[in-house]
């Protein structure tokens, strides 16, 4: 994997663990106000106090009821390497004002994340508001340096995962997927990103090269419109001659025999008149250069009267000489009436032929599609194979943006809450511990936050789960399974045992086995149902005190 | 800043690689490479191409469009170079019959022999004006394809949301970016960054893109800073020196405590706070200490009329004592128009009560959540705003998170190619193509114009006929006063064109500010805007059609 390190040489050891797939993503990707306050907690004398921040997101997106964590191994990466280099120290001394003094700045030289902890759920489950995806734990300046770029790695990467993850859901499991949105993703390496966290969120190959490169995802592709259109006529072909597949013999006018193909189609059919001639001699010689992946996009000019018939002609061609076409893609028209067309055609073609399996060649489509054309694609029946999705995948058009947040739960050891006139925006102070308690069916039933120092939920046992901020909505719940949901990614100076980063395939797994585990109506695209979070009894009480602590009391006169 | 690959082969300028180091020849679709070898094997990969990048539709419902990306796509083709690396990859990974010279044609392959001709960055344009148009060999220019397109797409959507942003705000009002946690990926941050402020925002809170770019900074700090104060006595070092250097305040935090008295007990501020939060006290109170001259506080942390304003004037007027100015608040919750009011009033009242010129007008900034039609209603309800924060909804384009440029063949070896859809709005207008703005009599731009590469440029004072391209009985004459050339050389490749210098942002912003005020107001309003005319000359529209007929195949009935 080629990744460029940030900064200078590092103080510490970080592992062997490589810095972020981007190399722009180094301290300075910040918001100003980060550097500001680092400067005020230092010149407070504050900078060393022990804070703990909860990063968590407040509704899940796209009017679902549940989200795909993800970007952790990026975060991981990016404090695994934190120094600020000379210049960027420079730069920031040039931002703050003049009257900053410099000690400030040789503080700043000699940070690291050696002394931060990071406990995070697993990349690639399944996750719910409220619940901390992670937690920091670390001297107060060095963690607010960490939450901008936290939230920005974490925000878009859980929101695609999550995007592809309901694709996946109503495209159904028999379904290829391909990602295609780089060319309209925003920015080169939010396609870049795009690609990586559609993968864990189900999909199968990407179009894009570099994604390809950097983490091993299978990739596919044709050619386009502009490639159909490039050719004039079948006399651009100069070199005709194409090997058998055995290599046994060679055909030396491939040409020709395609040409022999197009008449016995024509003559068989009698449908159309005249096919292209630009996009019979672009197939031809696309066939002539990858004989083994043939895959036509067939709606350069018209599907049914030029592209399947030349598509066709080259495919029975290929088929004399050993080979077996993949199958062709649509990128415009009515996707369930071509699609339905072009697999009759193809059946007729096998029948007429005696081509065995010429009716099951894959059909893909990749016209804007998006979770509500899948699913009326669905509704209409469809032949289509394949999805190749984009711009709505990748943009995650139906909502750009998830509500990440990253939020103070305590300080030298004193628990922080940050009251809001939006109930759902009050955060749950202190250190927690999370838990996901299954049911007897095996499915996850309520995630339930405790105290630090609470007992943890024990199988078999009664426990009350409450709902953080509505007095009346509890439930005792007596689980099945409890499994912890934060692990130690990132230990800092403490000796507790670090969670491995796993390889991307695994999280794909990881997350695909964790969508198959959800109760279905929690996961279903209309009207699903809310999943429950939960605190403990205990906790509830905590958060409520402090409340009243906290809020201004009023004065009437 | 650093540089992709080799400089160029050939003299010129050292033009640096692109921002982001991850933009490669890699960041490409793959059928991109699997057309480059169909080409070659053909022999076909040589032959000159024009394409044209273009849009078909305006986003956010609007009718136009802020173009941005460019200087990046130059940057991307004045360093481009496959190494030894890229092409391992793609010999493993392309196909097995993927012959050895194909890779070594890739070895050499660079942009030496491509020509770049582009509208400038910052521009206003419209549907189906090519934006870019790119010659070359056509293996190369397909190669350019994906990576172009990615880097105009984000940016020109961008820039246009910025600019609509703008527009609703008004000239008069502060526009701050404070998109980068929310943006989608960490140089969807950085380039939002960059593009709101071609867009027409004033600075942003992205460090990175101020280091990179020279945007003006802003910041101030967050509920977390607030919380993470317990109460005044962790304030250790209390001294503060006045501004003028004459004296020190041994006790500044005794002296805002005495402050906050003062509001308390003063009968014309409505008395409607009992007790302040003390955390919250505190953390003003030390960012002060940290920031005498720049003080801005996030007065919601608790409650901002009970708690957050009352905290913020006493250590305002704290500092008024010893000669400094506070800048003023920020709200990033609640009723934004009623609350602004409500501050305004009480700044207002300061000011009569204790006798301090310009305290009333203290800067009020808002950024809860902001977004073209929450500005709007703001402007309708009335509010004392003078600066937004916009993060969220502006660097993720939320309203429209895509456009939806393309990339088309026009013309190889100098033959006409049209790209037919069922779609008659999907058709590709073919050949090389001039692009001329008309200017009517009020200075105002009135239409684009396509003509032939060849044909003769629209002339001042000459009439001439402007036809839709695809509905006939669509056209106008126009008689321009003024005739704008639009697409320059950018890069000249191995012709002798005089390349454009790329301009410096500061510059690109500025033509962006003057080419939106030179559009008429109808085309601009939020509301239900006119279309604004995008034409082919008579010549065009014929030859368009005759080619189209050519094209289509003829269907037969029996």
Redesign the interface.
């Known amino acids: 994997m080629?990744t460029?390190e940030n900064g200078p040489s590092k103080k510490v050891s970080n592992g062997g663990i490589d810095g972020?797939?981007?190399?722009?993503?180094?301290p300075?990707?910040?918001?100003?106000?980060?550097?500001?306050?680092a400067?005020?907690?230092w010149?407070?004398?504050?900078h060393q106090?022990r804070?703990v921040?909860d990063l968590y997101f407040r509704r899940n997106p796209f009017g679902g009821e549940y989200t795909v964590f993800a970007g952790l191994e990026e975060c991981i990466r990016f404090i695994a390497n934190f120094t600020l280099a000379e210049e960027?120290i420079d730069?920031?001394r040039e931002?703050l004002?003049s009257?900053c003094e410099d000690g400030f700045f040789d503080y700043l030289r000699g940070l690291d994340c050696s002394d931060v902890e990071v406990y995070a759920i697993p990349e690639g489950t399944v996750v719910f508001p409220k619940v901390p995806l992670m937690r920091v734990e670390g001297p107060?300046a060095v963690v607010?340096l960490l939450?901008?770029?936290f939230?920005?790695?974490i925000?878009?990467a859980s929101?695609?995962s999550t995007n592809a993850a309901r694709h996946r859901n109503v495209a159904g499991k028999s379904k290829t997927l391909l990602e295609?949105g780089?060319?309209?993703?925003?920015?080169?390496?939010?396609?870049?990103?795009a690609s990586k966290y559609c993968y864990i969120g189900g999909f199968d190959a990407t179009?894009?090269?570099?994604a390809?490169?950097l983490f091993g995802i299978p990739?596919?592709?044709?050619?386009?419109?502009?490639?159909v259109?490039?050719?004039?006529s079948l006399d651009?072909?100069?070199?005709k001659s194409l090997r058998g597949k055995d290599g046994s013999s060679r055909c030396d006018d491939f040409v020709s025999l395609v040409q022999t193909w197009l008449n016995k189609i024509q003559l068989s059919n009698?449908?159309?008149?005249?096919?292209?001639q630009?996009e019979l001699a672009a197939f031809t010689?696309?066939a002539?250069?990858?004989?083994?992946?043939f895959l036509a996009l067939v709606d350069?000019?018209?599907v049914m009267?030029?592209g399947i018939p030349n598509f066709c002609a080259v495919a029975l061609a290929l088929s004399d000489l050993g080979y077996k076409a993949v199958g062709i893609r649509l990128d415009?028209?009515d996707l369930a009436y071509l699609s339905c067309e072009v697999r009759n055609f193809f059946r007729s073609i096998e029948k007429e032929f005696g081509v065995p399996e010429f009716g099951k060649l894959q059909i893909t489509a990749s016209n804007d599609l998006n979770e509500e054309t899948l699913d009326a694609l669905n509704k209409q029946g469809h032949e289509v194979d394949a999805f190749g999705i984009g711009?709505y995948l990748v943009?995650?058009?139906a909502?750009?943006?998830?509500?990440?947040v990253?939020?103070?739960v305590e300080?030298?050891n004193?628990p922080?809450?940050?009251?809001?006139?939006?109930v759902s925006?009050v955060s749950i102070p202190c250190k927690k511990r999370c838990y996901r308690l299954y049911g007897k069916e095996g499915y996850p039933l309520v995630d339930i936050m405790t105290g630090e120092n609470e007992p943890s939920p024990k199988v078999g046992e009664r426990i009350l789960c409450r709902h953080p901020f509505q007095e009346s909505k509890r439930a005792y719940v007596v689980p099945q399974r409890v499994e912890e949901l934060l692990r130690c990614y990132w230990p800092g100076s403490t000796d507790i045992k670090k969670d491995t980063l796993p390889a991307l395939r695994d999280i794909r797994e990881r997350c695909i086995n964790q969508l198959e585990q959800m109760r279905p109506d929690h996961m279903r695209r209309l009207n699903p149902t809310p999943y429950k979070v939960s605190v403990s009894a205990k906790l509830y009480d905590f958060i409520h005190f402090l409340w009243l602590n906290?809020?201004?009391?009023?004065?009437l006169?």
């Open positions: 080629e460029k972020p797939t981007n190399p722009m993503v180094t300075l990707l910040n918001d100003l106000y980060q550097f500001t306050m400067y005020a907690y010149k407070a004398g504050k106090e804070a921040f960027e730069f920031v931002c004002s009257s107060v607010q939450e901008t770029p939230v920005n790695l925000n878009y929101l695609v295609f780089l060319r309209r993703a925003q920015g080169p390496d939010g396609g870049v990103g179009s894009n090269v570099a390809g490169k990739l596919r592709g044709t050619h386009s419109h502009a490639f259109s490039s050719y004039m651009e072909i100069t070199d009698g449908v159309f008149g005249e096919t292209n630009s010689s696309y002539l250069a990858f004989p083994d992946g350069t000019y018209d009267r030029s415009s028209g711009t943009t995650c058009y909502q750009a943006a998830l509500g990440v990253f939020k103070l300080i030298n004193q922080r809450i940050k009251l809001s006139e939006d925006k906290e809020a201004p009391v009023g004065e006169q």
